[in-house]
Antibody, heavy 116, light 110 residues
Framework: EVQLVESGGGLVHRGGSLRLSCVTSGFTFSGFWMNWVRQAPGKGLEWVANIKEDGSEMHYVDSVKGRFTISRDNAKNSLYLQMNSLRVEDTAVYYC?????????WGQGTLVTVSS | QSVLTQPPSASGTPGQRVTISCSGSSSNIGSNTVNWYQQLPGTAPKALIYSDSQRPSGVPDRFSGSKSGTSASLAISGLQSEDEADYYCAAWDDSLSGRVFGGGTKLTVL
């Protein structure tokens, strides 16, 4: 069974930093692209970033470029999102997402709250 | 403003068939496959349709997806009260080098 478990969210002041983690199991982590997707309170879904199987290629939504860094550790079956210079508008539930054999699998999400 | 356009709301009565549209462009829906997600209140999104029209294991065949050109649709037949949720479409966008989502459609079962 594919499982994705996010952690690392919390309350941080504007300008602060947080590192999110996503521990996975139930599939060959090193064989799949991984994504972070976020959802602000009461709003829709927004793709944040993704990373290639071997970590050699990453893409980001414009609003986080230069502030967020996606990375992975295939030996630990884990995905990360380093978030710096956080803004109030980064407040959201952050989901770890991957496509294994076709459909997407989502974690339960971790809440990041940026206060002003 | 979302790159993919969905109606903000839809509704139907039990047993009815409803469709939700998703409009995009040549750089996303027109050249890549579309996924649909269902999000029940307070929960993470769940894959409903992938690769335009494929259903993951466990998803009832009441749910179906289709695509034509730069638009896609999700159809729900035999509407049930438990189908009341938010529905999102998504596709990869070649111009943005990222995944794009629709703004979501809130489905109400009357």
């Amino acid at each position: 069974e594919v499982q994705l478990v996010e952690s690392g969210g919390g309350l941080v002041h504007r300008g602060g930093s947080l590192r999110l983690s996503c521990v996975t199991s139930g599939f060959t982590f090193s064989g799949f692209w991984m994504n972070w997707v976020r959802q602000a309170p009461g709003k829709g879904l927004e793709w944040v970033a993704n990373i290639k199987e071997d970590g050699s290629e990453m893409h980001y939504v414009d609003s986080v470029k230069g502030r967020f860094t996606i990375s992975r550790d295939n030996a630990k079956n884990s995905l990360y999102l380093q978030m710096n210079s956080l803004r109030v508008e980064d407040t959201a539930v952050y989901y770890c997402v991957t496509s294994v054999g076709g459909p997407d699998y989502w974690g339960q999400g971790t809440l990041v709250t940026v206060s002003s | 403003q979302s790159v993919l356009t969905q109606p903000p709301s839809a509704s139907g009565t039990p047993g009815q068939r409803v469709t939700i549209s998703c409009s995009g462009s040549s750089s996303n829906i027109g050249s890549n496959t579309v996924n649909w997600y269902q999000q029940l209140p307070g929960t993470a999104p769940k894959a409903l349709i992938y690769s335009d029209s494929q259903r993951p294991s466990g998803v009832p065949d009441r749910f179906s997806g289709s695509k034509s050109g730069t638009s896609a649709s999700l159809a729900i037949s035999g509407l049930q009260s438990e189908d009341e949720a938010d529905y999102y479409c998504a596709a990869w966008d070649d111009s943005l080098s990222g995944r794009v989502f629709g703004g979501g459609t809130k489905l109400t079962v009357l």
